[in-house]
Every structure is written in C-alpha cells, then in structure tokens.
C-alpha cells in the first residue's frame, strides 16, 4: 500500500481505509492537507509533472472541484511550465 500511496500524484489520493482495524492510513501527509484544503503533489512537483504535464491539469480540476486551494509549490510549477 505505501508503494501504491506514493505513486498517486496528490497526498489526498495517497489514504487508505483498513476495514479490519476501521482507521485510515496516510503515507503521504493527506488527512493535513484535507483539513488545510490544500492540494499538494506527492513528490517534487517540478519532476511529477515534467513526466506527466496531465497532472497540471489534474491539480486544477481536482482544486476546481472540492473548492481546495494549490500548494504554493504546485501552483509556481503550473504557472512556469
């Protein structure tokens, strides 16, 4: 699971729900930033979106939709590349 969670691009798709224990489990910071309603890339954003310039349209549509705002880190890398 942590492997999968860290592959995801934004910490608030890296949690996970263990039914038997019923506790989420958060590799990647997630939980803080739902409470910050922030989304934040999982990584250097710089990097995750150079491999995949989609995830720049992602972060947008995903802060677009739950009325979240962007990392400061995210939003520089969308606005220079």
Request: proline share 6%; aromatic share 8%.
């Amino acid at each position: 699971p942590k492997e999968d969670a860290l592959r995801r691009d934004f910490t608030i798709n890296g949690l996970f729900y263990d039914p038997v224990k019923q506790e989420i489990i958060d590799y990647t910071d997630g939980l803080r930033d739902i409470e910050a309603k922030v989304v934040r890339m999982i990584g250097d954003p710089a990097l995750r979106i150079e491999q995949d310039p989609i995830r720049s349209l992602r972060a947008l549509r995903f802060s677009h939709k739950t009325d979240f705002s962007l990392d400061p880190d995210l939003r520089r890398t969308i606005k220079d590349k």
